[in-house]
């Protein structure tokens, strides 16, 4: 199963006292030590590696259970530990009612923290690279590491709110340059993703709800709790964005039915001065038709090319006016 996402499904790293050292599945167990932190993570890994490391690491069974027990956004605590379970997005860069995610469960305590996923998740590969950390997060309690991987779980959601932004300009240009047309189907699944990704990030308001309490976690200190209220307020700016969006899928909208309102009424007019015109040619030629004897119908074929030949410069004058006076 590992080899689906081309991944170790272990890795293990220490930090302690300002350096780091990766950690074989054979060397963990005892205590991380002052000032350390042990980071686990586990890609999709199977059965017997997961009874190696809660057997070595003492992780509660309960923490055990909630990792495969659903997809929802959940969170709960047991004495000195605590498991939160949260959805990431995975790459939203194509428009759509499918946004795909990856489920992302943590259990953290004493010093140690475990991250989990099914799927592989991007960010959690680069944090095994060292990209973007220090080497100091030994200093870093469990809470405030968890608030870390969650606040780049937050981050998947506004990296694609950015494409969404994006699709929306190039959609929007699209509709001011004539092809709105074409544009409809795409509009239709901007609006369908917009509606997926608040279904995916809605739910984890009580989450961040839960972790922001100063009951969650009492006996950490401030520095935590100060964490925690960070990611709750970010989590928000995040919601507020996905109903922004949503905003602008609604704008762009009455953008293409104005611009098709606005195509249809010129087409109106130039309809309606075809008709017109048609409409004085048919009364000239059934004025022409009357049972008199005038002296035209005695021209022969001469008056009959002099009437076509002035209903043609009829027809010519009268688009010439419609042009100088923009009526179409």
């Avoid at 200093?139 to 494409?163: I, K």
């Amino acid at each position: 199963m590992a080899e689906t996402s081309g991944r170790d499904p272990f890795f293990a790293r220490l930090f302690h006292g300002g350096g780091q050292r990766e950690i074989a599945p054979d060397a963990l167990g005892g205590e991380p030590g002052r000032d350390s932190l042990l980071w686990i993570d586990l890609d999709d890994p199977p059965d017997e590696l997961l009874d190696r490391v809660w057997e070595a690491c003492g992780f509660p069974e309960a923490a055990r259970a909630f990792l495969d027990a659903g997809t929802a956004p959940e969170t709960g605590q047991d004495g000195d530990w605590f498991w939160v379970r949260a959805v990431v997005v995975l790459d939203a860069s194509g428009a759509g009612e499918q946004v795909p995610g990856a489920v992302l469960a943590c259990v953290a305590g004493r010093d140690r923290v475990l991250s989990f996923r099914r799927e592989p998740i991007p960010f959690l590969d680069r944090m095994r690279d060292g990209e973007g950390q220090g080497a100091d997060l030994g200093q870093l309690g469990a809470e405030s590491f968890v608030a870390t991987l969650l606040d780049r779980q937050l981050s998947t959601y506004f990296d694609a709110l950015e494409d969404f932004e994006l699709a929306i300009e190039q959609l929007e240009e699209a509709i001011l340059g004539g092809n709105e047309r074409q544009c409809l189907q795409e509009l239709q699944g901007l609006r369908q993703w917009a509606s997926r990704l608040r279904r995916m990030l809605a739910p984890h308001r009580k989450v961040f709800g839960v972790m922001s309490r100063p009951d969650f976690r009492p006996d950490q200190g401030r520095e935590a709790d100060r964490h925690f209220v960070a990611l709750d307020t970010r989590f928000e700016r995040a919601m507020d964005m996905v109903e922004n969006a949503r905003e602008l899928v609604i704008g762009s909208f009455e953008l293409f039915s104005n611009q098709t309102a606005l195509r249809t009424n010129d087409f109106m007019r130039v309809l309606t001065f075809v008709t017109v015109i048609t409409g004085i040619m048919a009364t000239v030629v059934g004025a022409l038709g009357m049972n008199f004897q005038a002296g035209l119908f005695d021209s022969r074929d001469a008056g009959f090319w002099t009437v076509v030949g002035g209903l043609v410069l009829l027809g010519g004058a009268s688009l010439l006016l419609g042009r100088k006076r923009r009526w179409f």
